[in-house]
């Protein structure tokens, strides 16, 4: 299983991003999907999470800024990131729960994507 994130750059304060990741391989059922950020110095910290139904979670920070979707059919999911501030600069992982047809549910990590908040 492999987790391809993208769409990462440099944006200045108050723009807009979207993230993607994509998730490929022998999948045979993916559970929560998620978006994790480490920024310099500090440690990896959830940023938003989103259920198989679409229940969604939020850091308190980033709350009626971010949004969280996903596209089951694409194994896909998103991070819309709006009116973003220089303390979103970070490196943005995406996380998925996934299970095969030989393995049960396990972590599977994209290889991280930069975005840079200019201000």
């Known amino acids: 299983v492999q987790l391809q994130a993208s769409g990462g750059g440099l944006v200045q304060a108050g723009g807009s991003l979207r993230l993607s990741c994509t998730a490929s391989?022998?999948?045979?059922?993916?559970?929560?999907m998620s978006w994790y950020r480490q920024a310099p110095g500090k440690q990896r910290e959830l940023v938003a999470v989103i259920g198989s139904g679409g229940l969604t979670d939020y850091r308190d920070s980033v709350k009626g800024r971010f949004t969280i979707s996903r596209d089951n059919a694409k194994n896909t999911v998103y991070l819309q990131l709006n009116n973003v501030k220089p303390m979103d600069t970070a490196v943005y992982y995406c996380?998925?729960?996934?299970?095969?047809?030989?393995?049960?549910?396990?972590?599977?990590w994209g290889q991280g994507t930069l975005v840079t908040v200019s201000s």
């Open positions: 996380n998925a729960r996934v299970a095969t047809s030989r393995r049960g549910p396990f972590d599977s």
């Open positions: 391989g022998n999948i045979f059922r993916i559970s929560d």
